[in-house]
Protein backbone atom coordinates (compact mmCIF):
# COMPACT_ATOMS: atom_id res chain seq x y z
CA UNK A 1 0.00 0.00 0.00
CA UNK A 2 1.25 3.39 -1.18
CA UNK A 3 1.94 5.46 2.10
CA UNK A 4 0.16 8.56 3.03
CA UNK A 5 -0.44 11.90 1.57
CA UNK A 6 -0.24 13.41 4.32
CA UNK A 7 0.43 11.98 7.61
CA UNK A 8 0.32 14.36 11.27
CA UNK A 9 0.99 12.31 14.03
CA UNK A 10 1.09 13.64 18.06
CA UNK A 11 0.94 17.74 16.18
CA UNK A 12 1.34 20.12 19.27
CA UNK A 13 1.17 23.80 18.76
CA UNK A 14 0.45 26.54 20.90
CA UNK A 15 1.11 30.56 20.64
CA UNK A 16 3.20 32.62 22.34
CA UNK A 17 0.80 35.49 23.36
CA UNK A 18 -1.87 34.23 25.47
CA UNK A 19 0.01 31.08 25.86
CA UNK A 20 -2.82 29.24 24.66
CA UNK A 21 -2.42 26.02 23.19
CA UNK A 22 -4.20 25.17 20.19
CA UNK A 23 -3.40 21.44 19.00
CA UNK A 24 -2.37 18.56 21.52
CA UNK A 25 -1.45 15.65 19.94
CA UNK A 26 -3.39 15.55 16.82
CA UNK A 27 -3.55 12.23 14.53
CA UNK A 28 -4.19 12.57 11.08
CA UNK A 29 -3.58 10.41 7.89
CA UNK A 30 -4.77 10.93 4.48
CA UNK A 31 -4.47 8.52 1.48
CA UNK A 32 -4.31 9.45 -1.63
CA UNK A 33 -7.80 8.88 -3.38
CA UNK A 34 -9.31 9.86 -0.07
CA UNK A 35 -11.79 13.22 0.75
CA UNK A 36 -11.63 14.16 4.57
CA UNK A 37 -13.50 16.60 5.63
CA UNK A 38 -12.21 18.88 9.08
CA UNK A 39 -14.98 20.32 11.06
CA UNK A 40 -14.99 22.37 14.55
CA UNK A 41 -16.17 25.07 16.15
CA UNK A 42 -14.51 28.78 15.05
CA UNK A 43 -11.53 28.91 16.61
CA UNK A 44 -10.77 25.72 17.48
CA UNK A 45 -7.39 25.61 14.97
CA UNK A 46 -8.45 24.08 12.03
CA UNK A 47 -6.39 26.94 10.05
CA UNK A 48 -3.64 26.13 12.59
CA UNK A 49 -3.95 22.52 10.86
CA UNK A 50 -4.08 23.00 7.49
CA UNK A 51 -1.17 25.47 7.90
CA UNK A 52 0.78 23.14 9.86
CA UNK A 53 -0.21 20.13 7.03
CA UNK A 54 0.76 22.48 4.30
CA UNK A 55 4.28 23.18 5.66
CA UNK A 56 3.34 27.03 6.05
CA UNK A 57 3.91 26.49 10.25
CA UNK A 58 6.09 24.20 12.16
CA UNK A 59 4.34 22.68 14.99
CA UNK A 60 5.94 22.65 18.53
CA UNK A 61 5.64 18.93 18.20
CA UNK A 62 4.68 15.86 16.35
CA UNK A 63 5.32 14.80 12.99
CA UNK A 64 4.14 15.69 9.41
CA UNK A 65 5.06 13.27 6.74
CA UNK A 66 4.34 14.32 3.30
CA UNK A 67 4.29 11.16 0.75
CA UNK A 68 6.07 8.96 3.70
CA UNK A 69 8.54 11.87 3.73
CA UNK A 70 9.24 12.88 7.40
CA UNK A 71 9.95 17.00 7.07
CA UNK A 72 11.13 17.79 10.35
CA UNK A 73 14.53 17.63 8.64
CA UNK A 74 14.21 19.79 5.59
CA UNK A 75 15.50 23.49 5.42
CA UNK A 76 13.21 26.26 4.17
CA UNK A 77 14.11 25.68 0.61
CA UNK A 78 13.47 22.18 0.70
CA UNK A 79 10.15 22.58 2.17
CA UNK A 80 9.18 25.68 -0.18
CA UNK A 81 10.17 22.93 -3.11
CA UNK A 82 8.00 20.32 -1.55
CA UNK A 83 5.04 23.29 -1.06
CA UNK A 84 5.13 24.06 -4.61
CA UNK A 85 5.65 20.36 -6.01
CA UNK A 86 3.61 18.51 -4.30
CA UNK A 87 1.13 20.78 -2.40
CA UNK A 88 -1.90 22.17 -3.71
CA UNK A 89 -4.07 25.37 -1.29
CA UNK A 90 -6.89 27.13 -2.02
CA UNK A 91 -8.53 29.59 0.42
CA UNK A 92 -11.34 31.50 1.33
CA UNK A 93 -10.33 34.16 -0.31
CA UNK A 94 -9.70 33.26 -3.57
CA UNK A 95 -6.40 35.39 -3.81
CA UNK A 96 -6.11 35.68 -7.24
CA UNK A 97 -4.41 38.69 -8.81
CA UNK A 98 -7.20 40.65 -9.99
CA UNK A 99 -5.43 43.23 -12.61
CA UNK A 100 -4.20 39.72 -14.16
CA UNK A 101 -6.44 37.08 -16.42
CA UNK A 102 -7.66 34.03 -15.32
CA UNK A 103 -4.84 31.96 -17.42
CA UNK A 104 -2.26 34.00 -15.74
CA UNK A 105 -3.54 33.54 -12.41
CA UNK A 106 -3.67 29.48 -13.36
CA UNK A 107 -0.24 29.53 -14.32
CA UNK A 108 1.74 31.76 -11.70
CA UNK A 109 2.67 29.41 -9.78
CA UNK A 110 3.83 26.70 -12.08
CA UNK A 111 7.18 25.05 -11.44
CA UNK A 112 9.17 23.76 -15.11
CA UNK A 113 8.29 25.20 -18.58
CA UNK A 114 5.49 28.26 -19.49
CA UNK A 115 4.37 26.85 -22.43
CA UNK A 116 3.55 23.25 -20.73
CA UNK A 117 1.92 24.93 -17.85
CA UNK A 118 -0.31 27.50 -20.16
CA UNK A 119 -1.47 24.36 -22.04
CA UNK A 120 -2.51 22.12 -18.65
CA UNK A 121 -4.20 25.66 -17.59
CA UNK A 122 -6.24 25.97 -20.38
CA UNK A 123 -7.45 22.72 -21.06
CA UNK A 124 -8.37 22.92 -17.18
CA UNK A 125 -10.12 26.07 -17.79
CA UNK A 126 -11.93 24.82 -20.81
CA UNK A 127 -12.88 21.65 -18.61
CA UNK A 128 -14.02 24.06 -15.97
CA UNK A 129 -16.44 25.38 -18.21
CA UNK A 130 -14.61 28.64 -18.35
CA UNK A 131 -13.04 28.72 -22.13
CA UNK A 132 -14.77 31.98 -23.01
CA UNK A 133 -13.07 33.73 -19.44
CA UNK A 134 -9.50 32.74 -20.47
CA UNK A 135 -8.33 35.83 -20.93
CA UNK A 136 -11.08 37.90 -18.59
CA UNK A 137 -9.27 39.77 -15.75
CA UNK A 138 -9.94 37.89 -12.47
CA UNK A 139 -11.79 41.24 -11.11
CA UNK A 140 -14.50 40.78 -13.46
CA UNK A 141 -15.05 37.48 -12.83
CA UNK A 142 -17.67 36.16 -10.45
CA UNK A 143 -17.18 34.92 -6.95
CA UNK A 144 -18.12 31.14 -8.37
CA UNK A 145 -16.00 31.92 -11.07
CA UNK A 146 -12.71 33.19 -9.11
CA UNK A 147 -13.12 30.16 -6.92
CA UNK A 148 -12.83 27.11 -9.40
CA UNK A 149 -9.95 29.19 -11.16
CA UNK A 150 -8.09 28.86 -7.25
CA UNK A 151 -8.92 25.30 -7.74
CA UNK A 152 -7.34 25.23 -11.02
CA UNK A 153 -4.20 27.22 -10.03
CA UNK A 154 -3.67 24.94 -6.79
CA UNK A 155 -3.65 21.53 -9.33
CA UNK A 156 -1.28 23.76 -11.77
CA UNK A 157 1.76 21.47 -10.08
CA UNK A 158 -0.52 17.96 -10.43
CA UNK A 159 -0.19 17.92 -6.23
CA UNK A 160 -0.72 14.80 -4.45
CA UNK A 161 -2.13 16.81 -1.39
CA UNK A 162 -4.77 19.72 -1.94
CA UNK A 163 -5.28 21.54 1.29
CA UNK A 164 -8.78 23.82 1.22
CA UNK A 165 -9.43 26.02 3.92
CA UNK A 166 -13.00 27.20 3.75
CA UNK A 167 -13.80 26.94 -0.23
CA UNK A 168 -16.99 27.51 -0.44
CA UNK A 169 -17.67 29.84 2.72
CA UNK A 170 -19.36 32.61 0.82
CA UNK A 171 -20.43 30.73 -2.52
CA UNK A 172 -24.09 30.32 -3.68
CA UNK A 173 -24.94 26.04 -3.37
CA UNK A 174 -24.63 26.23 -7.46
CA UNK A 175 -20.62 27.47 -7.57
CA UNK A 176 -20.42 25.35 -4.35
CA UNK A 177 -21.21 22.55 -5.95
CA UNK A 178 -19.15 23.16 -8.77
CA UNK A 179 -15.81 23.84 -6.81
CA UNK A 180 -17.16 20.42 -4.81
CA UNK A 181 -16.93 18.83 -7.84
CA UNK A 182 -13.05 19.68 -8.64
CA UNK A 183 -12.38 18.50 -5.25
CA UNK A 184 -13.80 15.09 -6.45
CA UNK A 185 -12.28 14.70 -9.79
CA UNK A 186 -8.79 15.58 -8.15
CA UNK A 187 -9.48 12.58 -5.81
CA UNK A 188 -10.60 10.19 -8.36
CA UNK A 189 -7.38 11.35 -10.00
CA UNK A 190 -5.49 9.63 -6.87
CA UNK A 191 -5.22 12.90 -5.40
CA UNK A 192 -5.87 13.58 -1.46
CA UNK A 193 -8.43 16.21 -0.49
CA UNK A 194 -8.15 17.72 3.04
CA UNK A 195 -10.76 20.37 3.51
CA UNK A 196 -11.76 22.69 6.63
CA UNK A 197 -15.06 23.94 6.09
CA UNK A 198 -18.42 24.92 8.57
CA UNK A 199 -20.60 24.44 5.22
CA UNK A 200 -22.29 20.88 5.82
CA UNK A 201 -22.12 20.64 1.70
CA UNK A 202 -18.65 19.57 2.30
CA UNK A 203 -19.93 16.27 3.39
CA UNK A 204 -21.59 15.47 -0.02
CA UNK A 205 -17.99 14.56 -1.10
CA UNK A 206 -16.08 13.91 1.55
CA UNK A 207 -14.99 10.18 2.47
CA UNK A 208 -13.96 10.59 6.05
CA UNK A 209 -15.06 13.60 8.76
CA UNK A 210 -12.72 14.42 11.41
CA UNK A 211 -13.96 16.98 14.28
CA UNK A 212 -11.33 18.96 15.67
CA UNK A 213 -12.38 19.80 19.40
CA UNK A 214 -10.10 21.24 22.49
CA UNK A 215 -6.93 20.59 20.51
CA UNK A 216 -7.34 16.79 19.07
CA UNK A 217 -9.34 14.82 16.66
CA UNK A 218 -12.25 13.18 18.69
CA UNK A 219 -14.52 12.21 15.88
CA UNK A 220 -13.88 10.13 13.19
CA UNK A 221 -16.91 8.58 11.10
CA UNK A 222 -17.82 7.57 7.59
CA UNK A 223 -19.72 10.31 6.03
CA UNK A 224 -23.02 8.80 4.59
CA UNK A 225 -23.24 9.63 0.75
CA UNK A 226 -26.91 10.98 -0.40
CA UNK A 227 -28.63 9.34 -2.88
CA UNK A 228 -27.60 10.38 -6.37
CA UNK A 229 -24.77 12.59 -4.79
N1 LIG B 1 -0.28 33.55 14.52
C1 LIG B 1 -1.03 33.43 15.63
N2 LIG B 1 -0.65 34.02 16.78
C2 LIG B 1 -1.38 33.89 17.91
N3 LIG B 1 -2.54 33.20 17.99
C3 LIG B 1 -2.97 32.61 16.86
C4 LIG B 1 -2.26 32.69 15.62
N4 LIG B 1 -2.95 31.98 14.67
C5 LIG B 1 -4.04 31.50 15.31
N5 LIG B 1 -4.05 31.86 16.60
C6 LIG B 1 -5.09 31.49 17.59
O1 LIG B 1 -5.25 30.09 17.54
C7 LIG B 1 -6.63 29.74 17.70
C8 LIG B 1 -7.06 28.89 16.53
O2 LIG B 1 -7.14 29.68 15.34
P1 LIG B 1 -7.49 29.07 13.93
O3 LIG B 1 -7.58 30.19 12.96
O4 LIG B 1 -6.56 27.96 13.63
O5 LIG B 1 -8.96 28.46 14.20
P2 LIG B 1 -10.09 27.98 13.18
O6 LIG B 1 -10.67 26.73 13.76
O7 LIG B 1 -9.53 27.89 11.82
O8 LIG B 1 -11.13 29.16 13.26
P3 LIG B 1 -12.24 29.64 12.18
O9 LIG B 1 -13.16 28.47 11.99
O10 LIG B 1 -12.89 30.79 12.86
O11 LIG B 1 -11.48 30.01 10.95
C9 LIG B 1 -7.38 31.04 17.84
O12 LIG B 1 -7.59 31.28 19.21
C10 LIG B 1 -6.44 32.06 17.25
O13 LIG B 1 -6.62 33.32 17.86
Do not use: C, Y
Amino acid sequence: MSAPALDLDGVTKAFDRGGRTVLRGVRLEVRPGEIVWLRGRSGTGKSTLLTIAGLLTRPDGGTVRIGGTDTRGLGERELAMTRATRLGFVFQQHNLFGHLTAIENVVLPAVGPRAGARRRAADMLAGLGLAGRTNAAARNLSGGERQRIAVARALINDPALLIADEPVSGLDLESAGQVLEQFRGAAAQGRAVLIASHDDVAGRIADRVVVLSDGRLTADTPVATPEGA
